[in-house]
């Protein structure tokens, strides 16, 4: 079974990927690595996870191999310190934690940014032993295919991840990039474990804090982003994540008074662009289907920022009203549509769990 999960680790994992065009290289974001303006960039959201368990190196590979310009890692930490990639803190749902015996007394409730949740956390268990874990679907009622390769790949390393970058970009012929989300920056700098310094440490051992380097990391914190840009003066570009309501975790200021012309024009002093739900670019109208654009593309491109909204997704489950296909929620409807709509708003890329239909969406625009 070792042998098998490695093969299923790296190359071979791609053959069977139902992509709908080929990997095809993009230029990186103009702005932030260069003048003019360029074409918008896919980024991988937590790989290729609309064909595979998220956040897994199996899932970080088929994006690049389906012409990924970024694949996109959310960044959590163990107890001994070391930067691993998971959607959440919480591992509970996206591995076989649950099923494992000698870790039933790890189960424990915490309070995470103000809201109790029980599970397993990362921080509660070492790298050695989080390696024993394997991953699962996060959302197998709607990615019932993905089910077929639970407890096949283990919880990667953000070193990891670099490395597999490195070596995709050299099999490739093109520099792949990597986008970091540091998650609940605030909730870990709490309880002692950072994430701020293990992270900009990683990067540049890996010779990528640098101006040009195909990097960029995000944060729904603003307090996380003007610490990187300050105290810790990276050389990457920034990006603020926005949700369409609530405040960012122990600040008082929402999110929405973040997207006011001023509130944009302080972000440009910290941060080089914008990630907002994709409901603030086109928000649906109360029969679920699409409704007329915001000004938030030109008043953040009046403010010196880029703008790549999260997330898109193939199922109906997902969609606006009009774009799906039938009634089962886990089928497909027409993503496609969706994206190149998205796209004329003048977005600079997105997110998609889907990196094949975000490259062929972008050549139809």
Not at 23 to 29: E, L
Not at 201 to 227: H, M, P, W, Y
Not at 231 to 260: I, K, M
Request: one cysteine or more; proline letters at 6%.
């Amino acid at each position: 079974m070792a042998d098998r999960r490695q093969v299923l680790r790296f190359g071979a994992v791609a053959a069977a990927a139902p992509a709908l065009a080929g990997a095809v290289s993009a230029p990186a974001w103009a702005g932030a690595h260069g003048g003019g303006r360029s074409r918008p960039l896919v980024v991988g959201h937590r790989g290729a996870s609309g064909y595979r368990p998220e956040h897994t190196l199996a899932s970080y590979e088929l994006a690049a191999r389906m012409g990924a310009d970024y694949i996109e890692p959310d960044l959590v930490i163990t107890k001994d310190g070391v930067l691993v990639c998971r959607h959440e803190p919480e591992i509970g749902g996206t591995t076989d934690v649950a099923s494992r015996p000698e870790f039933a007394g790890r189960k424990r409730t915490v309070v995470l940014d103000g809201v109790s949740v029980t599970g397993w956390w990362t921080q509660d268990f070492t790298l050695a032993e989080l390696k024993t874990l394997r991953a699962v679907e996060r959302i197998p009622a709607i990615r019932q295919q993905n089910t077929i390769y639970d407890g096949y790949f283990e919880v990667p390393t953000f070193q990891e991840v670099l490395d597999l970058r490195k070596r995709l970009s050299k099999e490739l012929d093109r520099e792949l990039g990597v986008f970091p989300e540091t998650k609940h920056p605030t909730f870990f700098q709490r309880i002692g474990l950072g994430l701020e310094k293990p992270l900009v440490r990683t990067l540049r051992r890996n010779g990528l804090d640098r101006r040009g380097a195909k990097v960029f990391i995000q944060s729904f914190e603003a307090a996380n982003l003007r610490t990187l840009a300050g105290e810790h003066r990276v050389e990457v570009p920034l990006v603020f994540l926005t949700s369409a309501s609530g405040n960012p975790f122990n600040d008082p200021r929402s999110y929405a008074d973040y997207l006011t012309p001023a509130g944009l024009k302080e972000l440009s002093g910290f941060a080089d662009g914008l990630g907002p739900e994709k409901n603030q670019i086109i928000p649906r109208k109360a029969d679920g289907t699409l409704g007329t654009p915001t000004r938030l593309v030109a008043d953040a491109h009046a403010a010196g920022l880029k703008v790549i909204p999260y997330t898109f997704r193939a199922e109906n489950s997902f969609l606006p009203a009009e774009l799906r296909v039938g009634t089962d929620v886990a089928a497909y409807g027409k993503s496609i549509d969706e994206q190149v709509t998205f796209l004329r708003t003048g977005i600079d890329g997105l997110f998609t769990d889907n990196p094949d239909i975000g490259v062929l969406a972008r050549t139809l625009v």
